[in-house]
């Protein structure tokens, strides 16, 4: 059974970065869970809260009332961080390209300018642009 004194700190629209946020949380020793108001077999209160509270976001952190304030810390270091790696890539000039055959969007690093890549969806070979 769930207590119900569990709060939201982190909303966001993609599963992945909620497991993130969620273990960054659980290895700082907090009991954090990710809860989705789309999932199946869902608890209904906790469901009719995250719609009520956000109705950006499908996927929450939530976490007991007890640690609100230092799950908040965590996650502004974790954004940080996530800021910064996301500006170190941005400087290197990694470059965009989008497959021919399948669409998919490959990023590659700098040295990869104008070389023929193998796509990391379909695998077939595009052209990265200079
Ligand atoms: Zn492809």
New binding site residues.
Partial sequence: MIPINLNSVYTTNSQGQADIVAAWLQENGLDARVNSNTSLGGLPEMILWSKTESASGAFEVWVPTDSINAAKTMISEWETCQRQATAERMAKGSVDAV??????L?TLPPEKRGAVET??????Y?DVPE
């Fill in positions: 497959c021919d055959s399948c669409g998919e490959n796509c990391r969806n379909c695998g077939l595009f």
